[in-house]
């Protein structure tokens, strides 16, 4: 029989019940915009969370030396050994303290002084606002210069440019060679800090060696190549003999970090999804519950159209296209309103949300095989009608 | 021979009693007469209409149907028998009321899977036929019992049937609109068309050729009307 008919009377039937259908519909349009919002915000929580961790810089290790006995550090020299690893491109050990920053007559106490070398700003994925950053040359002949966070460079000169400048520290003298771009990450921020070449720092600071050791491998792949040689050659140094005895170092593999946050926060956005497509199986529920009132209101029609030689697959799919033409456009409701919802979450509530196209399509394809699952019981009840029963129904 | 029954019964169980609609029916029909079956209210004349066109099933007996013992029929043979061989028209016209006219006449011929050019041309041609060409898109509560009794023969010829069954189609009409449904059922008739009519008034029975007098679900007599 003709399916585009059986379309245009389901549409029609839709449309004399519009109240009727609506609240039927309801279930199905709450199901898909809950389930598009909720993972769009899901994925959106994601995409930041990992935005963020990847700024912190790429490929990044990050080296801990508690050190054993006597030896709580490694040398600047040992720790730039890791460079002859082929599997590492950066090494940035940092020295940091507490220091008081003046200029003229302003000074900022409690300034986090970080002694860095020319590696940091590629490792960590910084940037140089204004002026530039150290080069080998001076970190080498620990020439006095000094790059500012951009908060602390406010502080100190205003609206002038720090650039050329001097600042004080410990008593010695810094020219200002660059200024920091504005930056947080989980990790921390740059702005109230300064960064002075770390062979000076070792001076200043009257601190030998380094306890931090920020390392960039050289791409993805070589990730963990470069964690077992960074583990190899501390063993050795700190004289570690297995893994459980290990209290001297500590290393953070940032992609580690992220393949577990993104574990959760899967985990967490299937669980959203889920609960959300639970309220798309009870609209299923209510398409059915309308459907066999509908069955049993046109009982008469059903003989009728029986008599004039209906059989029973066509009253089986008049009433599957009735429940699945309410499941679809309920779907397509839904999915306009998630989109919406979605959208004005990012935009009114500063939440992070995605939506993506297979979230979209599996949340409509959910809410047509509800329409299909939850019809064809009802559809099937029609279909099975004896012509003459129903004939006789009043 | 259109209609064969030979020895049925229809036996409806209520609690402990037994009510014996058809009590051993033996009916036979042959292609082109015009039959009204008469009786008293409650005589089993429906139950008779619905067996004869496969909406219902004997209790016990054989019914063939153009040669076909319907017993051995699946429910999509039963199906198209309805579809294609037998036009109803009820008491009630049992017209969809959401549909026009047009529509409902097209019915038989969608289930019959015709094309939708088809169909509208020849539900126009039938009803302009039984003198509706200028009630096509009117729904069933738009017209008067006469006019939709019309529709419903013209739903029940659409799909050019050789057998038309009528269960008192005039029941429910004024004695004009009545006599009107009556002149269109004869010239059905003298077209070819084979018509079995239900009625328990006499006045309509004579009209028809053969008279099949039915009582308490037994017939008690079958007579070649005179005149
Ligand atoms: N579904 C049914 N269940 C029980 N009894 C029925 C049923 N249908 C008809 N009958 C009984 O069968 C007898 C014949 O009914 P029916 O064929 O409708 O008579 P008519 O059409 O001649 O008025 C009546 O006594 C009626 O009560
Ligand atoms: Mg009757």
Redesign the interface.
Known sequence: MDILQTIKLAFRGIIDNKMRSFLTMLGIIIGVTSVIALVSIGQGTTAKVTEQIQSMGSNLLTVNIMGRGATTTLSYDQAMEFMNSSYISGVAPVISDSVTVEHGNVNEEDITLQGVNEYLLSVRNYSVDNGRFFTAQEIQSRKRVAVLGSEIASKLFGFVDPVGQTVKIKGYNFEVIGVMKSSSSMMGSTDEQVFIPITLAERILQSRGVRMIYIQASDKDAVSSAKTEISAKLDKIFRVKSEDDNFSYRIFDQSEMLETINETSKTLTMMLGGIAAISLIVGGIGIMNIMLVSVTERTREIGIRKALGARKIDILNQFLIESLVLSGIGGIIGVIFGYVTSWGLGKFMSMSTKTTLPVVIIAFSFSIFVGVFFGIYPANKAGNLKPIDALRYE | MVINLENVYKIYEMGDAEVHALDDVTLKIEEGEFVAIVGPSGSGKSTLM?IL?C??TPTSGKYEFEGRDVSRLN??EL??I???RIG?VFQNF???P?LTALENVE??L????KS?SFRRNRAKEVLEAVGLGQRLHHKPKELSGGQQQRVAIA?ALS?DPSIILGDEPTGNLDTKSGREIMEILKALNKNGKTIILITHDLNIAKQAQRNVHIQDGRIVKDEKVVG
């Open positions: 619905n066109g909406l219902d429910d999509n199906a198209a309805r579809n294609r109803f049992n017209l969809l959401k019915l038989p969608m289930y019959a899977g939708t739903r799909a």
